[in-house]
Structure formats: C-alpha cells, structure tokens
C-alpha cells in the first residue's frame, strides 16, 4: 500500500541537502560574510511553500513501488523533490523581479528585502546551480544521471520559453489585446506550467526506480500536460470566481492584463460591443475599470463555461486514465493522484 509524504517529513530531509550546497561552496573557500548570505537565499526562497511538486515525487515513488519507501528511497525521492522545489525558488526569485511583484508567501519579496535588490538576480542563478551539485552528489552513479541531467535543462528551457511567450504577449504596461490568442495561451501555459509542476516529478520518479522507458514517459506526458492545463485554467478561474479566503490572495489578472484563459474566452465570444468594453477597460490599474470587467464576465456567463470545460477535461483525462498500459510499472493511480487532488478545486 502506498503511503503519502507530510509537509513535515518532507521539510525534514531539506537541513543536510542545504549543508550539502553550502559545503560546496566552502570547497571554494568561500568567504563567510558571502557563506551566510548564500545560507539566507537557501533558506528563505525554496522554503516556506506549499511543497506540492516537490512531495509529489515521493508519493509517485511510493504508488509506483505499491508501498511505503524505506529511508534510503524516501532521502533519493525527496532530494528529487527538492531539486523541483529549488528550480521553482529560482523562477519565482526571477519572476518576481520581472514582474515588479510585492510579496511572495506572506513576506516581501526577495529582491525587495533589505540590502538584496538586484543581487536577487545571482542568488536566483544560484538556486538553480543547487539543483546540480545535489544531482551530482547523489546520483552520479545512477544508471539515469545523464537522463536526469537532460530532464532538468530541458524542464528549465521549456518553462523559461514559456515565461518569455508570457512577458511578450502579455506585458503590463502596453495593453494589445489582438496579442491575445488560444494559441499562445496554451503555449504558455503548457511550457510555463504543465512541465516543470506536473510531468517533471513523475518523470523524476519513473528514472528514480529504473522505470523510465519511452512508453511510460510518453504515457505520463499525454496525461500530465492536459492535466497542467487544466490546473492553469482553474487558477485562471479561481482569480476572478474564487474567494479571497479560500485562494488567500485578492485576484489580479485583469488589472495585470494577463493572457488568462477568463479574457482569452470573452474575446472569442465577444459582440463589437463587448469587445470594446474589454478594449477600454481591462489591463488598467483602477477598481472601476475591474469592476467592469468582471461584470463583463458574469454576462458572458464563463463562469458556466468553465463548468462545462471542467467537465469536458476530466471525463478526457479519465479516459485516458483508464487506457494506460501497466506492463512497462508505470500505475493509473499516479495520475489519479494528481487528478484527485485538483478536481473540483476551490485554492
């Protein structure tokens, strides 16, 4: 019987994989002032989330084996995990800078901590180096190092590609809604969120036990990338139907004019006239204007829409499911787990 990984059980494995990067450093003879502001970066910025990715690995790795991990696999599991937790610290230390954002977790952000500013910038190259000195560490000797290796580059072009597709078509300052396409919201989607946060730690998982073969890595990709776009699509919901305290933030995606799924949809349903009620209002900077908007929406009745679609896409992935082909190890209830844990979502 598989066994879920805790918060708790998770967070514990971080300290040595931490001292690990630090004792690299040191080999370096690292000064100590520069030592103890790396320690900050790595403690404040890949800490403090949700884990989701990161224990996703794990709980893969213990479906896939159909029982609990004993120590040695649940420390190679969990490094797995936290070298996703690490790329996600260093893409949100960058995105944050790009995007001018204020806080991330409850606090201020990292660039906008006392004495960082755009220090920020290295510390977030240097999260991402962390990735490969645990690999190394760890799994150098793995029948699947170079496979991991490539996993983890390709993850990382793939989601910055994906960023750039977002800043372009997308860019706070120059509202353009005829950049504006289901083309490119899927593309950024898809490359920006459905590799590194769904298909990544099972990929992670399948090399991890040996088990990463065509067949399976494909199987996992043609499930998990739809279901990294629905996920997207329902935080795209969530931003404008969900409840500030069931989300714990206050949505922005029409002030920030985001290429979200919610406009992407009243665009392609628009009258002239509606269209020119998202022209003059949305992607402005004023509660007014969003306010506008938002009832734009409740006309269009997209909240009903995207029932429809929830629908659609889970009976898909259901589907899909069902015909996966065990015989290689790969096992249906990963991506049940997955499945289970967005459906119906309301955070």
């Known amino acids: 019987m598989a066994q879920k990984t805790t918060l ?3 967070e514990a494995v971080y300290p040595k994989l931490e001292e690990d990067i630090l004792d690299h450093a040191r080999s370096y003879n690292l000064p100590q002032a520069e030592l103890d502001w790396l320690k900050k970066n790595l403690e404040v910025n890949p800490l403090g989330g949700k884990c989701n990715r990161g224990m996703s690995v794990p709980d893969s790795v213990s479906i896939l084996l159909g029982r609990p991990l004993d120590e040695q696999e649940y420390f ?3 490094t797995l995990g936290w070298m996703t937790e690490l790329l996600q610290a260093f893409f949100l230390v960058s995105d944050d800078i790009m995007d001018s954002s204020i806080t991330r977790r409850g606090q201020p952000c990292w660039y906008r901590q006392d004495g960082v500013g755009m220090i920020a910038i290295n510390d977030a190259f240097i999260l991402e180096s962390g990735i490969y000195i645990l690999l190394k560490k760890y799994f150098r000797s793995h029948p699947a190092y170079v496979d991991l290796l490539e996993l983890f580059h390709e993850t990382t072009l793939q989601t910055e590609l994906g960023q750039l597709c977002d800043l372009l078509t997308a860019p706070e300052d120059k509202v353009n809604l005829d950049n504006f396409s289901m083309t490119k919201y899927q593309f950024i989607v898809i490359y920006k969120t459905a590799y590194y946060s769904f298909y990544l730690p099972v990929a992670l998982a399948l090399h991890q036990l040996n088990l990463a073969t065509p067949k399976n890595l494909k199987q996992a990709q043609d499930i998990l990338i739809p279901l990294g776009e629905y996920f997207q699509i329902q935080d795209d919901y969530l931003d404008n139907f969900g409840l500030p305290e069931h989300i714990g933030k206050i ?10 799924w919610l406009v992407n949809q009243a665009l392609a ?3 002239s006239e509606q269209r020119q009620i998202l022209e003059d209002n949305y992607g402005q900077k004023d509660d ?7 009832k734009l929406y409740d006309d269009m009745d997209l909240k009903g829409c995207f029932e429809i679609f929830e629908e659609k896409r889970k009976k898909e992935i259901d589907t899909m499911i069902e015909n996966v082909d065990e015989s290689d190890g790969l096992k249906k209830e990963v991506f049940k787990a997955f499945l289970d844990k967005i ?5």
Do not use: L, M, Y
């Open 343 to 347: 459906f119906k979502r309301t955070k």
């Open 76 to 78: 190679q599991s969990a």
């Open 251 to 260: 949505g922005t995606d029409i002030k920030d004019n985001k290429c979200s």
């Open 8 to 10: 708790k059980e998770f």
């Open 288 to 294: 007014a204007k969003e306010a506008i908007i938002k």
């Open 269 to 271: 349903k628009s009258t």
